[in-house]
Nanobody, 119 residues
């Protein structure tokens, strides 16, 4: 089992910044990738950013150049730095851990944190 606890959401004006954190605990040794998803009201959940166990990162086109995913292995924490925020970034952001054990993938989710971009 993997437990994920997110923090850092809130209300920010357009053009502002926020940093989300996701602290992982439990069986983290076999996590293949950590992901950030978001879900806006009335829309499907979408993948925003990924950081693989080897450090490779990937981003949705809509956030490239504005968002940065990183991790602190000593703290078992993944971050999502969000800059130049836009109203369309408003959503609940979820941390996800994709764990692979004996060839079987299992996903774990945090509780979500609300990000609202509004003036």
């Amino acid at each position: 089992q993997v437990q994920l606890v997110e923090s850092g959401g809130g209300l920010v004006q357009p053009g502002g910044s926020l940093r989300l954190s996701c602290a992982a605990s439990g069986s983290i040794f076999s996590i293949a990738a950590m992901n950030w998803y978001r879900q806006a009201l009335g829309k499907q959940r979408e993948l925003v950013a990924t950081i693989a166990s080897g450090g490779r990162t990937n981003y949705a086109d809509s956030v490239k150049g504005r968002f940065t995913v990183s991790r602190d292995n000593a703290k078992n924490t993944v971050y999502l730095q969000m800059n130049s925020l836009k109203p369309e970034d408003t959503a609940v952001y979820y941390c996800n851990a994709h764990r692979v054990v004996v060839g079987v993938g299992v996903d774990y989710w945090g509780q979500g944190t609300q990000v609202t971009v509004s003036s």
